[in-house]
């Protein structure tokens, strides 16, 4: 239980929360892309 590796498990933990919150809000962007192109072609 040395505390030399505290920060660096924090660090990476903060990067890889942040890297799935981006990932699922470009899914969600792309998804709202596709809808509008869809509905686009559908004429509403």
Do not use: C, K, N
């Not at 933990?13 to 998804?31: G, Y």
């Amino acid at each position: 239980m040395s505390s030399g590796f505290v920060p660096e498990v924090a660090m990476i933990r903060v990067i890889v929360s942040e890297a799935a919150a981006l990932a699922s809000l470009s899914l969600f962007a792309a998804t709202i892309l596709v809808w509008a192109q869809m509905l686009g072609q559908a004429g509403f």
